[in-house]
């Protein structure tokens, strides 16, 4: 595998959540809006993973991942993922706090400590926030989402991810008491502003805006 620098396993990482979310290439404009940097600089970049033939780019056409390149940046997710999982298990930081630093941690590229780690850990499938984790060969496990936010009047289901993982916005699930397994059930759904009122894990009643569970992933319990 290539000598990477941390900034260019970043765009690829950054690359292949854009692509995830549905789309087969992904803008220049995008990716500058992810990293926080400007559209030339993104340019610039692009050019170097392309010569390393790690993506796929043509000015105003848009940024594909090659085979490789997506072999790449689920290794780097791995990296990351497992990290978070040994801060917040091990080390016991909240989930909120795991991400910059979980962030560092995924440039450490040794292949044994990444196999150790996943053993110690139990092999796990999922991040504290819910998301996949890719073993070895960049598989991973599926399981069904839909948005609490979809949910009518009657429905259950488990918390199993969210789509907004900034600090505000988990330590507001905190502080409401939603969490990675939380089994939640609307109880109501007001027409005015489609928030929500919740009964978690069958005790604690909670109101959610429409913006809150919008970011909040569930999946259904069995009719």
Partial sequence: MQQLSNTEENYLKNIFRLLAEGSEKVGTNEI?????????????????????????????????????????????????????????EKLKFAWDEVAIIAEELEHVKAPQLVRRLD?????????????????EFGEWEHRPRVLLQDLTPGKSGKVVGVTNSSTGFLSYLDKVGIYIGANVAVQDKIEFDGSLELRI??????????????????RLHPA
């Fill in 32 to 88: 500058a809006a992810l990293t926080g940097t400007k559209a030339a600089l993104v340019s610039d970049m692009l050019k170097k993973l392309a010569d390393k033939q790690l993506i796929s780019y043509r000015k105003y056409h848009g940024v594909s991942l090659t085979e490789e390149g997506a072999k790449t940046a689920l290794l780097i997710l791995r990296r990351q993922r497992l990290w978070e999982v040994f801060l917040v």
């Fill in 119 to 135: 053993e110690f850990l139990g092999f796990p499938k999922f991040d504290p926030h819910g998301d996949p984790i890719p073993d």
């Fill in 201 to 218: 894990d069958g005790g604690k009643t909670a109101y959610l805006s429409r913006e809150v569970a919008a970011n909040v992933q569930v």
